[in-house]
Nanobody
């Protein structure tokens, strides 16, 4: 059974930083895409940053160099370091994974496995 569990959300002021973690368990596929999506109140879920098993990375256009995604294979942990956060970054951030690594570049949010989400709130 695949399980993803996020942590690290919280509240910061504009310009602040947060680091999100996602612990992945039960996932055995050798080819994959994993990443982060977010959903703001009243808006659709959107892709933030994805990484695949070949360490290819794709960021949403709004990231603009502020976020960094990485994966610690030893710890089976997916990380998202977010700097210079702005109020428009507020939302629930979800960790996601599946075997369709070829979809990475499309930044779609159609994943087979999802975490519960962690709230990120940025005040102005």
């Amino acid at each position: 059974q695949v399980q993803l569990k996020e942590s690290g959300g919280g509240s910061v002021e504009a310009g602040g930083s947060l680091k999100l973690s996602c612990t992945v368990s039960g996932y055995t596929a050798t080819r994959y895409r994993m990443g982060w999506a977010r959903q703001a109140p009243g808006k659709e879920r959107e892709g933030v940053a994805f990484i695949d098993s070949n360490t290819r990375i794709k960021y949403g256009d709004f990231v603009k160099g502020r976020f960094t995604i990485s994966k610690d294979n030893t710890e089976n942990t997916l990380l998202l370091e977010m700097n210079n956060l702005q109020p428009e970054d507020t939302g629930v951030y979800y960790c996601a994974a599946d075997e369709r690594w070829w979809l990475l570049e499309y930044l779609g949010v159609d994943f087979n496995y999802w975490g519960q989400g962690t709230q990120v709130t940025v005040s102005s």
